[in-house]
Nanobody, 127 residues
Framework: QVQLVESGGGLVQPGGSLRLSCAAS????????VGWFRQAPGKEREGVAC???????YYEDSVKGRFTISRDNTKNTVYLQMNSLKPEDTAVYYC?????????????????????WGQGTQVTVTS
């Protein structure tokens, strides 16, 4: 059974940091590109970061320099380190596989309902 389970969300002040984790099981994690997506109320789901199986990384423009995606294939886990958080980063964050993997290069529009998805974790940035 395929599972992706996100954790690490929460409430943080502007300028703060959070680290999200996504633990995967039930598929060959190391062969897949894996991305982080977010969806704010009333907005479409957008991709923010993606890690390909060769560890190439891609970011949506608004998070470049602030967010870092990483993966540990020995733990079947992908992380999203989020620094310098802004109120506009407030959203539910999801991890998902990204297929085909080259869609990582255009991660902002790579959300595919046919991929494997986690249940999401809420990130709220507010003073």
């Amino acid at each position: 059974q395929v599972q992706l389970v996100e954790s690490g969300g929460g409430l943080v002040q502007p300028g703060g940091s959070l680290r999200l984790s996504c633990a995967a099981s039930g598929f060959s994690f190391d062969y897949y590109a894996v991305g982080w997506f977010r969806q704010a109320p009333g907005k479409e789901r957008e991709g923010v970061a993606c890690s390909m199986s060769d560890n190439s990384k891609y970011y949506e423009d608004s998070v470049k320099g602030r967010f870092t995606i990483s993966r540990d294939n020995t733990k079947n886990t992908v992380y999203l380190q989020m620094n310098s958080l802004k109120p506009e980063d407030t959203a539910v964050y999801y991890c998902a596989t990204v297929t085909p993997s080259w869609n990582c290069r255009t991660i902002a529009t790579a959300a595919n309902p046919s991929d494997y998805w986690g249940q999401g974790t809420q990130v709220t940035v507010t003073s």
